[in-house]
T-cell receptor, first 111, second 118 residues
Framework: AQSVTQPDIHITVSEGASLELRCNYS??????LFWYVQSPGQGLQLLLK??????LVQGIKGFEAEFKRSQSSFNLRKPSVHWSDAAEYFC?????????FGQGTELSVKP | ETGVTQSPTHLIKTRGQQVTLRCSSQ?????VSWYQQALGQGPQFIFQ???????GRGNFPPRFSGLQFPNYSSELNVNALELDDSALYLC?????????????????FGPGTRLTVL
């Protein structure tokens, strides 16, 4: 069955430090992969997506993610975190048009 | 370009009642998907509508039903509400690649409707 695992429930980083959020997926074919961000009480905003081609994808707000088929991973990175990045981050895979989400990683940013 | 909108923002119902949530898709999008997000969880796929027909359903009982209208807006109806139905309900619209539907393209989400069942 298709699934997404985000191993880290909560991460705290200092402002200006680098960030990596982990995502592992289980899917039989070439996946469509997404990262979304959700601020408290809000809907989901798309950060970036991977469909095919270059395995390093750039997104909004300075985020990037790298697709590694051999590791079934799609980790999200940012070189320098800003306080406004504090939010919940969801990785998702899209088999057959529906999105399957991970449990999410809550990011806290300390001054 | 207008994004995905949902109404109402918040709703409080009692167990056993029925509720209707509404969603207007983003301009140019003909596919609408609904998700349920319980507190502290990732969103769970309820169903998807493409050209007014249900086009895929998640593991939700029949008391969760939907409609899509000719203007591609959509409703989610939940009958016989249970306490566990309390959640944020998210609507997402997309424009499918090709002609077979399925919403393989990117899904854009609305702000959600917070439903509380007492």
């Amino acid at each position: 069955a298709q699934s997404v695992t985000q191993p880290d429930i909560h991460i705290t980083v200092s402002e200006g430090a680098s960030l990596e959020l982990r995502c592992n997926y289980s899917y039989g074919a070439t996946p469509y992969l997404f990262w979304y961000v959700q601020s408290p009480g809000q809907g989901l905003q798309l950060l970036l997506k991977y469909f095919s081609g270059d395995t390093l994808v750039q997104g909004i707000k300075g985020f990037e993610a790298e697709f590694k088929r051999s590791q079934s991973s799609f980790n999200l990175r940012k070189p320098s975190v800003h306080w406004s990045d504090a939010a919940e981050y969801f990785c998702a895979v899209a088999p057959g048009g529906k999105l399957i989400f991970g449990q999410g990683t809550e990011l806290s940013v300390k001054p | 370009e207008t994004g995905v909108t949902q109404s109402p923002t918040h709703l409080i119902k009692t167990r056993g009642q029925q509720v209707t949530l509404r969603c207007s898709s983003q301009s140019g999008h003909n596919t609408v998907s609904w998700y349920q997000q319980a507190l502290g969880q990732g969103p769970q796929f309820i169903f998807q509508y493409y050209r007014e027909e249900e086009n895929g359903r998640g593991n939700f009982p029949p008391r969760f039903s939907g409609l899509q209208f000719p203007n591609y807006s959509s409703e989610l109806n939940v009958n016989a509400l249970e306490l566990d139905d309390s959640a944020l309900y998210l609507c997402a619209s997309s424009s499918p690649l090709g002609t077979s539907g399925g919403g393989q393209d990117t899904q854009y989400f609305g702000p959600g409707t917070r439903l509380t069942v007492l």
